[in-house]
């Protein structure tokens, strides 16, 4: 985050103006030629974010305080190098606040021209409206989150643009183009190729700390694959994927991966997924799951049971992949009961075991294991719902306990009101450590005419105790207001008289 200048933190509200007009020209039906048309929704959103940061700070070695060979400076843990004369140490920041406006423009147009061809899009624009940091990508003023044309036949399909891929080797993200050819019923082949976009960034499980922008960077990369996939039997699915990026100039490879895909629908209610993949960079296997569902009698829910293999994945352009990274295994099984209604209720319990890290450990032992509990039920009855959940996760460095509490209230036919309500504590990585945070927020949803939307709210997050020195301040407030316009007409609905 960047401190801005004391002159440009007023909110400047006028920068936002030509997203809202956007906005509302799109609301204006327009006559489109005959077969032609687009179909979407153009949404407004502004975010406010007020928070306490850590910062960096320095002190003269000759004020810091050493007890038992560790270094303090009034009560905070610093950093003393020797030979430096400063030490340092991190401490909490003065409160900021950031206020960003997004205009996002999704839909589908077709009618091009050109029996088949249509366009699919998600466009979005930002703008930072002032406060004492710069939000996170509101440099970066426009987007193309997706971008594609679409040629489609009765047996094959081209795609060009901006596109994104989700398969067994997770999300792709590519500028290039796809064609996929289905010569009959029970087969389907794809290939696809051309700039690679980075992926996304690992996030918190729990709301209040994820980021509060999605990135999508680019990088000087091509990214080429192929799948197929087959139903050899009804009820039965396998799908091959090989996929390989390298850099622009071929300097070398970034990753080169490979996946299977099993879906089946067993005798009696049985229903099996499975999926492996393979890492030939490293030349080893990464991420593999096998799950049984099974539905229960007189249509009282059902029960999963899953086989899990994780190995964290890293591309050969960093050298995190070649430490051998210790995979862990799991075993979990989760219900969802539907028999008492109004009321859906689950739980789930899992237990995960880690590899041998193979590395001498100073110290006291460190588990290898950890177990996952979660409860849940959801209450709807008429006007009134009410969602409640429970999760705890119990292991070295990655504790989570939270809970969510929500009640909704449909006051009136286009207006809903909710209250909602979070406790957490969360110490994946040692963030929170061991406080408590508490949160709460109410939020608004009202249908416009015209078919608009707007839904607004506002969260604030309080830790009870105090935190040990250099500890972030989870102390935050989060407030949003999201217009919502939906554009044009469904092509198969008819006009009544």
Request: charged share 20%; glycine share 12%.
């Amino acid at each position: 985050m960047t401190n801005r200048a004391p002159e440009q933190r007023a909110v400047r509200f006028g920068r936002a103006a030509p997203l809202l007009a956007l906005t509302l020209v799109l609301a204006v039906p327009a006559d489109p030629l005959p077969a032609q048309g687009a179909r979407g929704n153009a949404t407004t959103t502004v975010r406010y974010v007020s928070m306490r940061p850590i910062e960096r700070d320095s002190v003269p070695r000759a004020a810091v305080q050493e007890v038992d060979g560790e270094f303090f400076f009034n009560g905070f843990p610093v950093q003393c190098i020797p030979g430096v004369p400063q030490c340092f140490f991190f401490r909490p920041a003065d409160v900021i606040d950031g206020v960003v406006a997004m205009q996002d423009i999704s839909g589908t147009a077709w009618g091009l021209g050109v029996q088949g061809l249509s366009a699919t899009y998600m466009i979005r624009a930002r703008t930072n409206l002032g406060g004492d940091f710069v939000w996170p990508q509101s440099d970066n003023a426009f987007d193309a989150i997706l971008a594609y044309a679409q040629y489609q036949r009765s047996i094959y399909r081209v795609r060009a643009g901006r596109q994104r891929i989700m398969s067994g080797l997770g999300f792709s993200g590519f500028d290039g183009l796809e064609l996929m050819v289905a010569p009959a019923p029970w087969v389907r082949a794809e290939a696809y190729g051309g700039r690679s976009l980075a992926r996304g960034l690992h996030e918190p499980r729990h709301e209040a700390l994820r980021g509060i922008e999605p990135f999508i960077f680019d990088q000087n990369a091509y990214l080429g694959g192929a799948s197929v996939q087959f139903t050899p039997v009804t009820g039965t699915s396998v799908g091959l994927r090989y996929q390989r990026e390298i850099w622009a100039n071929r300097i070398g490879l970034i990753s080169e991966r490979a996946s299977l895909d099993v879906r089946s629908d067993l005798p009696g209610p049985l229903r099996l997924d499975a999926t492996v993949d393979y890492d030939g960079g490293f030349n080893r296997i990464g991420k593999s799951h096998l799950t049984l569902r099974s539905t229960l009698p007189d249509g009282w829910g059902w029960v999963e049971l899953t086989g899990r293999r994780y190995l964290p994945y890293f591309e050969m352009s960093t050298i995190w992949g070649f430490f051998s990274p210790t995979p862990y295994h799991e075993a979990e099984v989760r219900t969802t009961i539907r028999a008492v209604q109004p009321v859906t209720a689950w739980a789930s319990a899992g237990w995960r075991k880690y590899g041998d890290p193979e590395i001498a450990i100073i110290g006291p032992p460190i588990t290898d294991e950890s177990t996952r509990l979660g409860v849940g039920a959801r209450w709807i009855d008429g006007d009134f719902s009410a969602f409640g959940e429970y999760r705890l996760e119990l292991g070295f460095g990655a504790v989570l306990n939270s809970g969510d509490l929500e009640v909704r209230w449909q006051a009136m036919p286009g207006l809903a009101l909710s209250a909602r309500g979070s406790a957490f504590q969360q110490i994946e990585q040692f963030r929170v450590g061991d406080n408590i945070v508490l949160g709460g927020g109410l939020a608004a949803d009202v249908a416009l005419p015209g078919g608009l939307r707007l839904r607004s709210g506002a969260d604030v997050y309080r830790q009870r105790y105090e935190n040990r020195p250099s500890q972030a301040d989870w102390n935050q407030v989060r407030a949003y207001t999201i217009l919502t316009v939906p554009y044009g007409r469904d092509p198969g609905a008819r006009l009544r008289p």
